[in-house]
């Protein structure tokens, strides 16, 4: 069994940063892939970032390529999303995720076990 626990949300304004937190527990998290989505109001929760088991690959969404940084921190069992020049569209409801394989993925069915989210607010 897999927990995980985000933090760093919170309301900031356009061109802002903020960086979240997602801390795991419970099985050998340096082993997994870690992944980061977001989810608006009344939509299906979309796939932002993702870090491979090594931390030496990554992947992003267009949308947020150039501003936002996965890393992880195995040693800790954290996974970070640094979130820089912040736009209102990135207004949702981020979660962290874990997929118990290796490689990257970006679909939600790919990942095993999630946060209960983060909520980022940004104002125009």
């Known amino acids: 069994q897999v927990q995980l626990v985000e933090s760093g949300g919170g309301l900031v304004q356009a061109g802002g940063s903020l960086r979240l937190s997602c801390a795991a527990s419970?099985?050998?998290?340096?082993?997994?892939?870690m992944g980061w989505f977001r989810q608006y109001p009344g939509k299906i929760r979309e796939f932002v970032a993702a870090?491979?088991?090594?931390?030496?690959?990554?992947y992003y969404t267009n949308s947020v390529k150039g501003r936002f940084t996965i890393s992880r921190d195995s040693a800790k069992n954290t996974v970070f999303l640094q979130m820089n020049s912040l736009k209102p569209e990135d207004t949702a409801t981020y979660y962290c995720?874990?997929?118990?394989?290796?490689?990257?993925?970006?679909?939600?069915?790919?990942?095993?076990?999630w946060g209960q989210g983060t909520q980022v607010t940004v104002s125009s």
């Open positions: 870090i491979n088991w090594s931390g030496d690959s990554t």
């Open positions: 995720a874990v997929d118990l394989g290796r490689s990257l993925h970006t679909t939600l069915a790919s990942y095993d076990y």
């Open positions: 419970g099985r050998i998290f340096s082993s997994y892939a």
